[in-house]
DNA sequence: CCAATGCTTCGATTACCATCGAAGTATGAA
DNA sequence: TTCATACTTCGATGGTAATCGAAGCATTGG
């Protein structure tokens, strides 16, 4: 909720318990919380109470937290209860998102094996041995019209996540591993005990 | 912990553990953890092991927290579960100290009661009104010789509370009112169920 | 080699917090 | 008035983390 507050503008508690994939109530008992702390401040307007950061101040520790997280690799988001299956991996059109999808292009962005300028990636030298030994051909994916690098933004609209022909080849390339499938009428997909161990070993440092 | 490693000063998890009132067993899983989390760098030499702030970001973060949370007057350290009422509040010297002591002094700070500068702490024309209506006279005061105004640090040196003249004479004052007692043979002193109420009213901005 | 010191790991306990259904409050619309 | 919407409070539940005693590991000094 508060990573959804950093945009600077207002949200309502509907809001931001949609957000956080939790229902109002719980929202609303956190939101309390937050506003004693003086973390956030409260606006009501009719029936609508807006929440906002309280101060430049408190958006500037978030981004420092945020970037100490980002640092040491644990920006898994903790995930909310509702529809936790979601929030951990699915499809976006064909390529993998979620928490998982998020950690693979945030391990690949660590370990330079893409180069992120300008809101565009590319796939470094390290990267494309990285792939080849993973097991993905290059050639094909080069000779396409799409573009093998693109990056996509999560529902949250705060995490990235890896798309493009390159995107859509490591999902492909879990299916054919059996690390992964996908579940029937969902865009859940789900890892196997045995993909999940090697999943994480794919993308540790 | 984190507080004492603002330091700069590498430490061991024995004085850490000190430091926070913890076991070291606690102490070490905690280590752990934020060593995991990449906020701790580690030091081995010889069977000691020396804990510090990772890089300068992690102090700068903390300093930003710290900074939100006094602002919001919600420094109150959470205590350990090793002597909690010795750490809620106790005599030091013939002042408080402890959470209520470090409490009533940001408290004071926060009201602009107390002006503090180069660690001197001067009473204020509005703090003189309110030491007034709280029923200490201000003139014996400040005909004794002992300064009337004196900053001590806590045991973990990192925390400040009010010492000198005003401080004794609000813990007498507090003793008076029947707000507070001081335990047989301890340090610590127990607020009654009234008397805390009251002396949050005192402290409330 | 043994004892002492510094620290970690294990296991069990306990306290606490997040969570959400249900019910209550407040505002606005019909 | 009555209904609908937005939100909060209450209460019960389950899960998780802090805590510490006991035991284990590692280093040093004798």
């Not at 003086?38 to 978030?62: I, M, P, T, W």
């Not at 945020?66 to 988001?77: E, F, Q, Y």
């Not at 573009?147 to 933004?153: D, E, I, N, T």
């Not at 579940?183 to 196997?192: K, L, M, P, W």
Request: aromatic share 6%; hydrophobic share 45%; charged share 25%.
């Amino acid at each position: 909720m508060l990573t959804a507050l950093m945009s600077g503008h207002a949200l309502t508690a509907t809001e931001l318990a949609q957000e956080a994939g939790i229902t109002v109530q719980t929202a609303s008992s956190h939101l309390a919380k937050l506003s004693d702390g003086g973390l956030l401040a409260l606006r009501k307007q009719g029936r609508h109470r807006y929440f906002s950061l309280s101060n430049e101040d408190v958006a500037q520790v978030l981004e420092g937290l945020m970037g100490l997280a980002a640092r040491a690799g644990h920006l898994r988001v903790r995930t909310g209860p509702r529809e936790p299956a979601l929030r951990n991996a699915r499809v976006c059109y064909d390529h993998l998102a979620g928490d998982q999808g998020v950690r693979l292009y945030e391990a690949m962005v660590a370990r330079k094996l893409l180069a992120v300028k300008d809101k565009n990636a590319i796939l470094t030298k390290p990267g494309a041995a990285f792939i080849g030994e993973f097991g993905i051909e290059l050639e094909p994916l080069e000779r396409a019209r799409r573009p093998l690098c693109r990056l996509c933004l999560d529902w949250s609209a705060r995490r990235t996540h890896l798309a493009g022909g390159l995107g859509a080849a490591f999902l492909e390339r879990f299916y054919a591993l059996k690390w992964a499938r996908r579940e029937a009428d969902s865009r859940v997909v789900t890892f196997s005990r045995r993909g999940e161990k090697d999943f994480e070993a794919l993308i540790a440092v």
